[in-house]
């Protein structure tokens, strides 16, 4: 009887320190980008489907979530099935013709629905797009020897805003397109980044498959905390952020530069995190500090 209670308890509390956060985030814009390493691991589709719970939640305790997801690890499954070769200039992979459409094909046609539809499963709350859909995301090529891999020129968020305005859930596809609308497979982390910045997003979080940033790859207990944008340049120039974290954590500096409250790198592996990052008073993962964006409770006058 007693553990009943207690257990009882400990969800009321577990409801009411989540009160202040949510009165806090009403009506504010959270872009969260999940990995494509975060989906690839998901055969069973448990953890998309904690995660479509999150976000519903977040959702309808008045936020307004956007999801932005990648799918590189998707992209070269169908590659290798259609047995289709990958070549490398300089070390770098190209993107031809034949795969920036499978690179569509993959985004549009698989991951995006995938994530639409785990959203759905709790409402009609979920609108997938790619950035090709009212001119969102404008491209233009990054190195003309690597083909049709774009950089981000331009967002237009009118469609998104429109999508939120009518209390949907955008998720997007990171297809771009350029003036001439030629498509292009542009990088996932640094479009999560520039559309958190047009929105001018309270959060930006990054869902990965490692616990935060490390001071020391290698080392999982060298996790960094809190860190600001000035530090985070430091660690770039030292070398300590590599790989895939890369575009991650420049474009957190970018974001929080340019009026994006925080920027979080949170672990995808553990289930609700982002439950846990935004509604409780642990403090979980990297938390990159903004100008603008509000670290604890105190001083909460709101
Ligand atoms: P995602 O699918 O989430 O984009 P990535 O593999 O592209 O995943 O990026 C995450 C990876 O970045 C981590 O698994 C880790 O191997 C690597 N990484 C490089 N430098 C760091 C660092 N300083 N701290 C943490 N992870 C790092
Ligand atoms: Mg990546």
Redesign the pocket.
Known sequence: MSTDHDAAGLKASILVEALPYIRRFAGKIVVVKY????LAGTSDHDALSLFAEDIVLMRLVGMRPVVVH?G?PQISDLMKRLGKETEFVDGLRVTDAETVDIARMVLKGQVNPQIVAAINVHGHYAVGVSGVDGGLIRATARDERLGFVGDVTEINPEVIHGLLDDEFIPVIATIGSDINGQAYNIN??TVAGAIAESLGAEKLV?????E????D?ADAASLIRQTTADELDQ?IADG??????IP?VTSCIHAVRNGVGNAHILD?RIAHVLLLEIFTDSGIGTMIKGLHGTTGLQGDDA
Do not use: E, P, S
């Open positions: 990995g494509g390493n975060a990648g590189g996932a982390d990054y869902l990965t498959d490692i935060g940033l490390r001071r790859v660690l300590i952020i590599a790989g895939g974290m991650k995808g």
